[in-house]
């Protein structure tokens, strides 16, 4: 980013802001309906945010089967 002009360093910020209004822009369109509540991080996948994930992928899988 720093050799891109456009770009200052100072005023970049890192969130899932933008994805999470995106996505649920997207659903609502497609008349789609929240099932769970959202899981979003950013950087590494810690044990912690494997597991949240896991648990979204089970309850949704679980309501699927409903």
């Known amino acids: 980013m720093a050799n891109h002009p456009a770009i200052?360093?100072?005023i970049v910020t890192v969130?899932?802001?933008g994805v999470q209004r995106s996505v649920l822009s997207i659903t609502t369109?497609?008349?789609w309906v929240q099932a769970a509540g959202m899981?979003?991080?950013l950087g590494e996948p810690s044990d912690n945010r494997l597991e949240r994930a896991a648990e979204l992928g089970a309850?949704?899988?679980a309501?699927?089967?409903e």
């Open 59 to 61: 309850m949704l899988a």
């Open 15 to 17: 969130d899932s802001c």
């Open 39 to 41: 899981v979003a991080f």
């Open 8 to 10: 200052s360093s100072d």
């Open 29 to 31: 369109g497609l008349g």
């Open 63 to 65: 309501q699927l089967l």
